[in-house]
């Protein structure tokens, strides 16, 4: 699949649209919402697009230390999670930190799993409906942050540590950590 996608808020709604289309989730509703409320309609920069974009350069960050998208994650109350995105027009040093990734950099194949993990990561499905997950871990999205109020980025160490520490919450609730598999994994530092 070669398919050229802006670095922007226009190009995410078209990589997540194609998401959708691939994994055939247009026709999934949100739980307890009606029928109508389809994932589709979420899929806008006050949707649930913001917590996919985020996601996804979470992971860019991580493991490429660029971003995917040129844009800046904001405050809305109007806005399904309290969160909107927009294209970045200014300088942010948070954002800057990290700079946005070419085709060359991050290809769009790499592009589309970092995104389609994002996804993953973030919904819930049962049957025909889905859950969406709270951005949760590095972010505090309260009345702190307001209207309008840009959400600063996090740094990759900041990113890499949730990521650790819900990879051990996760284990430890199936119970896959041992005490002989953590004391073989100690490290000194």
């Not at 919402?33 to 697009?49: A, K, T």
């Not at 913001?50 to 660029?66: F, N, Q, R, T, Y």
């Not at 972010?139 to 990113?159: H, K, R």
């Amino acid at each position: 699949m070669n398919i050229n996608v802006e670095n922007n808020v226009v190009g995410a709604t078209r990589l997540f649209e194609i998401l959708l289309k691939k994994h055939k989730l247009e026709r999934h509703h949100m739980a307890n919402q009606p029928p109508e409320m389809i994932l589709p309609f979420f899929n806008s920069w006050d949707g649930l697009l913001p917590i996919w974009m985020i996601k996804s350069d979470e992971m860019a960050v991580e493991l490429l230390g660029h971003r995917l998208w040129d844009v800046v994650y904001e405050g809305n109350s109007e806005s399904i999670l309290g969160l909107s995105c927009r294209d970045k027009a200014e300088s942010i040093p948070s954002y800057d930190q990290y700079p946005v990734a070419n085709e060359s950099e991050i290809p769009f194949s790499l592009r589309f799993l970092l995104c389609q993990q994002s996804l993953v990561e973030n919904m819930r499905f049962k049957g025909r409906t889905f859950e969406h997950k709270d951005l949760t871990g590095l972010y505090d999205i309260t009345e702190a942050l307001g209207d309008g109020d840009v959400l600063p980025f996090p740094n990759a160490d900041s990113i890499m540590t949730v990521r650790l520490n819900s990879f051990i919450m996760e284990a430890n609730r199936k119970k896959i950590l041992t005490k002989e598999l953590v004391k073989e994994a100690e490290v000194n530092l």
